[in-house]
């Protein structure tokens, strides 16, 4: 099957590790193994389908690591690996400038914020929820616009501390005067196979398609402080906000008004949350 292009095995129950050999499709395009029980390590040469592999799909399995070397010129635009025992991200993944949406949720990642995905100029869409991630997000920034694209911040439940990431706020493009792009047509045929699962107020859901017009930033349930950044206003497009379980002070700011969509949330609608949180505002639906 040297030629096979989309190689779609979701939902069954395979098990053990990814063969190597899978490495001798040289032309494919898209691997889905999500949801079955896959283990152990991902084969060292998927980093090499530079001019092919377009998006990745393992998640929901006990993979343990991604060993995979990224070399320049990499062409991956979709890697979806919620679900498993990872515990590091490969900083290779810095030469995959084409990557638009990155699912690193629910495993066993440590350490700091990847300050260095703040360089992918294409990214739409970072999730790195129900990790083990820690310190702050205010490392000094090397990128003069980070995350341009961004659409969908998506880091709840870790152990960040420190005040909000404010310069995120003031360079994501992505989340201004937002409009849908009806020239997608190629990229999503690709998407049908790559999911996101998403929480919003309260529910899970799955996006099957990710509009330019759906925009989200969760913070919550962490252990961020101090005020919530006048800059937030500016993401005029934000659809949905969730920054409850912290220990966030002073007031919501007014700026706030200016997202105009009628989804956004803020968090603070249960008693948890107004125990954990002390700001203190009116907030009138629209």
């Known amino acids: 099957m040297s030629e096979l292009d989309y190689l779609v095995l979701p939902h069954n129950k395979l098990i053990g590790e990814i ?3 899978i490495c001798d499709l040289r032309l494919l395009t898209l691997l889905h193994l999500a949801d079955n029980h896959l283990e152990g390590q991902i084969p060292k040469c998927l980093g090499n ?20 070397t990224f070399a320049k010129g990499c062409s991956l635009q979709s890697l979806i690996l919620y679900g498993n025992k990872l515990e590091g991200i490969t900083h290779s993944l810095i030469n995959c400038q084409r990557l638009e949406s990155i ?21 739409r869409v970072l999730v790195l929820r129900s990790n083990k991630l820690n310190g702050t997000m205010l490392e000094a920034s090397k990128t003069e616009h980070p995350f341009p694209k961004l659409q969908v911040l998506y880091i709840s439940r870790n152990a960040f501390v420190g005040y909000l990431p404010d310069r995120y706020f003031k360079n994501c493009e992505g989340m201004i005067d937002a409009k849908d792009n009806l020239t997608r047509v190629g990229k999503d045929g690709l998407q049908t196979y790559l999911d996101l699962g998403v929480i919003l107020k309260g529910l899970d859901q799955e996006l099957k398609r990710l509009l330019d017009t759906f925009t ?39 700026s706030l008004g200016n997202i105009s969509i009628s989804n956004t949330l803020i968090g603070y609608s249960n008693s ?15």
């Open 49 to 68: 389908f530079n001019s092919s592999l377009l998006a990745l799909n393992l998640g929901q399995n006990q993979i343990t690591a991604l060993q995979s």
């Open 216 to 254: 989200m930033i969760d913070l919550s349930s962490n252990r961020f402080s101090g005020n919530i950044p006048v800059s937030i206003g500016n993401l005029n497009s934000l659809r949905y906000l969730n920054l409850s379980n912290n220990t966030l002070t002073g007031e919501i700011p007014v």
């Open 19 to 21: 063969p190597s050999s």
């Open 272 to 286: 948890k949350m107004k125990r954990r949180n002390t700001a203190k505002a009116t907030i009138r639906g629209r």
């Open 103 to 123: 699912d690193f949720g629910d495993n066993e990642i440590r350490g700091a914020f990847p300050f260095w995905m703040e360089a992918f100029p294409q990214l």
